[in-house]
């Protein structure tokens, strides 16, 4: 089994910043991917940004520039440092993780159960 935790979500004014973090463990061999994905109330779950295998990321057009995701391969750790934002970024973060598991070196994706990021105006 693969666990994954999410922390670092909280409440913050529009223009101001938050660091998550996302925290994979457990039966993993290695990991192809992580990704952050939200939710805000009515909507569907949209991808904010995504690292892979070694190091090539993709970003939603709505925070290029910034957002920034990086990775620590060694903790299997992702973070996402989150600026200048906005009332619209308030949603429920999730992280997505593609990881290869042991011993079967099968691959499963394993989300955390999220964590609420509410800017204010």
């Known amino acids: 089994q693969v666990q994954v935790v999410e922390s670092g979500g909280g409440l913050v004014q529009a223009g101001g910043s938050l660091r998550l973090s996302c925290a994979a463990s457990?039966?993993?061999?290695?990991?192809?991917?992580m990704g952050w994905y939200r939710q805000a109330p009515g909507k569907q779950r949209e991808l904010v940004a995504r690292?892979?295998?070694?190091?090539?990321?993709n970003y939603a057009d709505s925070v290029k520039g910034r957002f920034t995701v990086s990775r620590d391969n060694a903790n299997n750790t992702m973070y996402l440092q989150m600026n200048s934002l906005k009332p619209e970024d308030t949603a429920v973060y999730y992280c997505?993780?593609?990881?290869?598991?042991?011993?079967?070196?099968?691959?499963?994706?394993?989300w955390g159960q999220g964590t609420q990021v509410t800017v204010s105006s």
């Open positions: 997505n993780v593609e990881a290869v598991t042991t011993p079967t070196r099968l691959t499963f994706s394993y």
């Open positions: 457990g039966s993993i061999f290695s990991i192809n991917a």
């Open positions: 690292i892979t295998n070694p190091s090539g990321t």
